[in-house]
C-alpha cells in the first residue's frame, strides 16, 4: 500500500471519515485522504497534527495528538468538550462525517522513539490519555517488541475513562501489558478513590522508580507527576512530557537593533505600556500591550498566521523578530541557529517593545 505523501510546508485537506462518541464529553474521530485512495499514513506514536477548521467563516487551527497507529488507511483523533473551547467544542458538537478539514503534517518531540528501556510506564490524565495510547497500542502490534508497559490514568469517574474498554481489552490479550486507573470518584467501580500520590504510584506500579516515563495531561497533573516521580527516584533521564499549557517562562530577552525614541512624559508613560508590532511584508501593524503575546497582536493584524496549540509545542506560529525586544516561554522546536537569529513562537513571545516581524 502507497503512504500518503505530506507536504513540507502547508495543508492538506482530509475528510472526516468516522465519528464516534467515546464519553459524554469526547468524541473519537478518523481522517482520510478525499480522493478515498487507501494510503498509509506515517509519525512517531505520540506526535500530533495541526487541524484547521472553518468556524463562522474564519480558519481556526488546533494541535491535537494523534491516537491512532502508524501505517494505517486513516489518522484517528480523540477531542473533548473543554471550556470555552471553540474548536474543541465544534468538534464534539459540530462536525460532521464527510465533512473537509485541513491538516499540517505529524510534528512533536513528545514520541516513543525518544530511548527508553525494556520496562515504561504511561502516565495520563484527561485527554492526554491520547498520545500515550497510540504509544502503547504501536508497542504492543509489533510482535518483536518485548517492551513491559504499566498504563496508569487518573480521570474524575469512571465513565469519563477514554477508551476504557479498549484498554481492559489489551490487558487481558497481552501478558506484558498492565493498566490501572485512579478516580476522583470511584462510586460503582473496583477502582482506587482519590489522586496518584506517590504511595498511589507504588501501590499500582511497584518498579516505578527504575521505568522510563511517558507523561501527559493538564499542567497541574503534570507537576504533580514529575515531583513524585523525582522523589521516588527515578532517573529524571527517562521521563518524557507532553502538555499544551504552557511552562514557566524561561525569561529569554532578546534585544535586537532596538530604536526608541521618547519625548515628553506622557510619550514615556505611554512608550512603557504600549507597543507597535510591524509586518512590512504585509504592509499590517498593530498596537500591543507591553508583555502581551505576540500573536495575539500578529492576529489583530491579520496576517496570515496559524496558532495551533497556543503554548509553544507545535511550531505552527514560528516567525522571525528582526527588531525589537521580546522574552520567550518556549523554544520548542526551534533550532539553536534559530533562536540565535531571532526567531520565535508568537503564541509564547511576549512583547517588550516596538517590534518588526518576519512571517515564516
Not at 11 to 31: H, M
Not at 164 to 192: I, P, T
Request: charged content about 20%.
Amino acid at each position: 500500500m502507497n503512504p500518503f505523501q505530506w507536504p513540507d510546508n502547508g495543508a492538506v485537506s482530509l475528510i472526516c471519515k468516522r465519528k464516534w462518541a467515546e464519553t459524554s464529553t469526547s468524541v473519537s474521530v478518523t481522517l482520510a485522504p478525499e480522493s478515498g485512495e487507501p494510503l498509509c499514513f506515517d509519525f512517531i506514536p505520540g506526535q500530533f497534527i495541526t487541524l484547521g477548521i472553518e468556524i463562522d467563516g474564519k480558519m481556526e487551527y488546533r494541535a491535537y495528538s494523534l491516537s491512532s497507529i502508524p501505517h494505517q488507511t486513516e489518522l484517528q483523533l480523540t477531542i473533548k468538550r473543554v471550556v470555552d473551547g471553540k474548536v474543541s467544542n465544534y468538534i464534539v458538537d459540530s462536525l460532521q462525517e464527510g465533512q473537509t478539514v485541513s491538516v499540517l503534517k505529524p510534528a512533536g518531540e513528545f514520541h516513543i522513539e525518544q530511548p527508553h528501556g525494556k520496562r515504561i510506564v504511561l502516565l495520563s490524565a484527561g485527554c492526554g490519555i491520547t498520545p500515550v495510547m497510540s504509544m502503547a497500542k504501536t508497542l504492543l502490534a509489533d510482535k518483536t517488541d518485548t517492551t513491559d508497559i504499566h498504563f496508569i490514568h487518573a480521570a474524575t469517574e469512571l465513565e469519563q475513562v477514554i477508551y476504557h474498554q479498549e484498554l481492559l481489552e489489551m490487558a487481558a490479550s497481552h501478558k506484558r501489558f498492565h493498566f490501572d486507573v485512579m478516580l476522583e470518584n470511584a462510586q460503582g467501580s473496583e477502582y482506587l478513590e482519590g489522586r496518584l500520590t506517590q504511595a498511589a504510584l507504588k501501590q499500582f506500579c511497584p518498579d516505578i522508580a527504575e521505568r522510563s516515563a511517558f507523561l501527559c495531561g493538564p499542567i497541574g497533573f503534570m507537576a504533580a507527576m514529575q515531583e513524585n516521580l523525582s522523589e521516588l527516584g527515578m532517573n529524571m533521564d527517562n521521563f518524557y512530557q507532553e502538555s499544551f499549557t504552557p511552562a514557566e517562562s524561561e525569561q529569554l530577552e532578546v534585544a535586537l537593533n532596538l530604536e526608541v525614541t521618547l519625548g515628553s512624559d506622557a510619550d514615556k508613560a505611554q512608550a512603557i505600556s504600549n507597543a507597535t508590532v510591524f509586518v512590512p511584508a504585509f504592509g499590517a501593524q498593530a498596537e500591543a500591550k507591553i508583555g502581551s503575546a505576540l500573536i495575539d497582536a500578529l492576529e489583530a493584524a491579520k496576517v496570515p498566521v496559524i496558532a495551533a496549540c497556543r503554548s509553544g509545542i507545535c511550531g505552527s506560529c514560528k516567525c522571525r523578530v528582526v527588531k525589537g525586544a521580546f522574552t520567550r516561554t518556549s523554544t520548542a522546536t526551534l533550532t539553536d541557529d534559530e533562536i540565535d537569529n531571532g526567531f520565535v513562537l508568537a503564541c509564547s513571545c511576549q512583547v517588550e517593545s516596538d517590534v518588526e516581524v518576519a512571517l515564516n
